[in-house]
Nanobody, 118 residues
Framework: QVQLVESGGGLVQPGGSLRLSCEAS???????MGWYRQAPGKQRELVAS???????KYADSVKGRFTISRGDAKNAVYLQMNSLKPEDTAVYYC?????????????WGKGTLVTVSS
């Protein structure tokens, strides 16, 4: 059974930073790991993803502020979030796809809440 465990959410003031972490219980030889978020009343959206070979995608709304990276063991992914804005408030979900074609993949974490507020 594939499990994704997220950590790092919390309350931060506008302009602040947070780092989210996600660790998967499995490693696929070809994969895409990503972060999605869902704000109240809105659809879940891609924030950033990274695939085999370090192929990276960002949502336009976070480019230049967020950075996605992988752990050395390739079963972990991190999201460094800087210059946070109130509109970044959402539940952030880690996602794993066992290929580089299907996005999002079938495996989801339980989510971690990020609240940006003064």
């Amino acid at each position: 059974q594939v499990q994704l465990v997220e950590s790092g959410g919390g309350l931060v003031q506008p302009g602040g930073s947070l780092r989210l972490s996600c660790e998967a219980s499995v490693i696929f030889p070809v994969y895409t790991m990503g972060w999605y978020r869902q704000a109240p009343g809105k659809q879940r959206e891609l924030v950033a993803s990274i695939g085999t070979g370090a192929r990276i995608k960002y949502a336009d709304s976070v480019k230049g502020r967020f950075t996605i990276s992988r752990g050395d063991a390739k079963n972990a992914v991190y999201l460094q979030m800087n210059s946070l804005k109130p509109e970044d408030t959402a539940v952030y979900y880690c996602n794993l796809s066992p290929n580089m074609v299907t996005a999002p993949g079938p495996y989801w974490g339980k989510g971690t809440l990020v609240t940006v507020s003064s």
